[in-house]
């Protein structure tokens, strides 16, 4: 399967992503990274792989419809099948969704439904819950809202920081990313 990843940020899901196509455990084939922040460290990752980066921004589109349009232009072009957002910090729009619709997954923070949008895990942490997780899930037009494919809970310690629960969420989501995505893409999971 020809995928493409979105990232906003650092990129350290893709790139256990990318690691684990490269060590066989998962059967895909990463057209394109693209993200929407030009500075994204996930561009750095992506030349380390030697895979194709595609970068623009919303703001440089006279509104969301033709920034999707243009968006779904290139993925065409790159004869992607599949979408996996992995830290993309923007809501999906109407032309992407129907372009893919069943066809793109998220990984989130938290054990849906608790904790949607940003900073689950600060949300989670704040909240003083001694169980939090990681999430994956097909998109659709909600904010965290699609289909739940794939869940595992993460213990939050007592002695936890904000930045030791971001480690063990991390480690699960490095983990549990790839192995569902395998899953996908042999269509155990529908």
Avoid: C, W
């Avoid at 380390?48 to 349009?69: A, C, D, G, R, W």
């Avoid at 923007?90 to 619709?101: D, P, Q, V």
């Amino acid at each position: 399967m020809k995928v493409a990843i979105f990232a906003s940020g650092s990129g350290t899901n893709a790139q256990a992503i990318l690691e684990a196509i490269e060590q066989g455990s998962l059967d895909m084939e990463v057209a394109l990274i693209f993200s929407d922040k030009p500075n994204a460290r996930v561009l750095e990752r992506a030349a380390q792989f030697q895979i194709p980066t595609l970068m623009f921004e919303p703001k440089n589109f006279p509104s969301k419809v033709e920034f999707e349009q243009e968006l779904v232009k290139k993925l065409e072009e790159a004869k992607v099948e599949f979408i996996v957002l992995a830290g993309y910090m923007r809501l999906i729009g109407k032309t992407l969704l129907e372009a893919y619709e069943g066809k793109m997954v998220n990984i989130h923070p938290s054990l849906l439904p608790a904790f949607p949008g940003l900073d689950a895990i600060g949300q989670a942490f704040n909240a003083k819950v001694k169980v939090t997780g990681v999430t994956i899930h097909y998109v659709d037009s909600g904010m965290d809202t699609g289909p739940i494919i794939a869940q595992e809970a993460v213990k939050v310690d007592e002695h936890d920081t904000i930045e030791s629960l971001t480690s063990k969420i991390q480690a699960v989501e490095h983990r549990l990313y790839p192995e569902t995505l395998q899953m996908i893409n042999t269509e155990r999971i529908r």
